[in-house]
């Protein structure tokens, strides 16, 4: 339920109503803005009835939420939420940003190789794995914390954050210790454990779209992470799981769209796990931008060909640096700037 107190309504109203609900179990998500005191009853609210709440002083509106990802919905948010990184980046601004780097941190002169020309196109987030979630067991795995070093380092050369994936939640606090962002694998969208660590971190969680995953059920997992108190969620359309097998997904652009809709939350685009082709990273790219996506996120590798990993589904850097350009010039005539 959503709460819209008068204007007139006093503190004493709004802590005797608050109170009462915390009396009946439920918690409070309080998002007033200067001119409007609304907040969100978390919990079990079908024994909740609209007039329980109506009954005290100060009331203006009880708005039920119909959708079952609460937090996650515009009818409890109606503002963009906006994440704000260390190094000052904005992601679901105004300006859509480009997160950019190589699968997999292979080792330091590579990592140095991709960041250095990455910093010349202005790119100001560096993507890397150091835990690999692979689907063979034999395939490279990762440098594991190694890898987050060099990330860290690399990344604060050139004034980067840095975003990187989490395998489990065991993770948490080698994570927070090197990366800006956490990365929520497909594989682990409804991985609820690991969700609801997450959700009592103070970092920012990016959350990809599961395979198969239904939009509803992508907002739900974001709602674990939001019910544990972290607001910083950044959703990340990464490709479906069709019968189409020339890609190695099918990238659903109408998600962001429906995202848009439904809720407050930014969302990006990963085209390059999207197609697993380089070939069609920069029209798919253009694409997303065009149905106003909060930003990209690419691999680029310095060598490809011999690549650990996703080799194929990379661009070399001289291909990044021309599809920066087109993505620029595009974005400019969207009238929302690529940062």
Same mark, same amino acid.
């Given at each position: ?25 439920? +918690? ?31 009331? #203006? ?14 009818? !409890? ?24 780097? *190589?699968? &997999? ?111 509803? #059920? ?25 019968? #189409? ?26 085209? +390059? ?9 920069? *029209? ?5 931008? &065009? ?17 650990? +990993? ?9 291909? !990044? ?19």
């Amino acid at each position: 339920m959503i709460v819209k107190m008068k204007r007139t309504s006093t503190q004493a109203e709004y802590d005797n109503l608050v109170n009462a609900l915390k009396n009946r179990g439920f +918690s409070i998500k309080d998002v007033s803005s200067e001119t409007v005191r609304i907040f969100g009853i978390i919990g079990d609210t079908a024994t909740l009835e609209l007039t329980d709440v109506k009954a005290f002083d100060g009331v #203006e509106q009880v708005i039920r939420v119909q959708t079952p990802f609460k937090q996650a919905s515009r009818t !409890f948010k109606e503002s963009d939420t906006v994440i704000t990184l260390p190094n000052g980046v904005h992601i679901g601004k105004d300006h859509p940003v480009m997160i950019a780097g *190589p699968c &997999s941190v292979e080792s330091s002169a590579q990592l140095k190789a991709i960041a250095g020309s990455l910093f010349k196109q202005g790119i100001r987030i560096l993507r890397g794995g150091a835990f690999k979630p692979r689907t063979s067991p034999y395939t490279f795995q990762g440098l594991g914390e190694e890898g987050l070093l060099l990330l860290r380092e690399v990344a604060d050369q050139y004034a980067m954050a840095v975003i990187s994936e989490i395998p489990s939640s065991e993770l948490l606090p080698l994570f927070e210790k090197y990366v800006d962002i956490i990365q929520v694998g497909a594989r682990n969208m409804q991985n609820f454990q690991l969700l609801k660590v997450l959700g009592q971190s103070k970092k920012p969680i990016m959350l990809k779209r599961g395979l198969s995953a239904t939009i509803e #059920e992508w907002l739900m997992s974001a709602e674990y992470i939001l019910s544990q108190g972290n607001p910083n969620v950044i959703l990340c359309e990464r490709g479906i799981r069709t019968f #189409e097998t020339y890609t190695r997904n099918t990238l659903d652009l109408s998600a962001v769209l429906a995202i848009k809709e439904l809720s407050h939350l930014p969302v990006i685009v990963d085209p +390059s796990h999207a197609s697993g082709r380089w070939t069609m990273i920069g *029209p798919l790219s253009k694409a997303a931008l &065009s149905v106003g996506a909060d930003g990209l996120m690419v691999e680029v590798h310095n060598d490809p060909e011999n690549a650990l +990993s996703d080799g194929a589904q990379s661009l070399k850097i001289h291909r !990044f640096d021309t599809m920066m350009e087109e993505l620029k010039s595009l974005s400019e005539s969207l009238r929302r700037p690529l940062i």
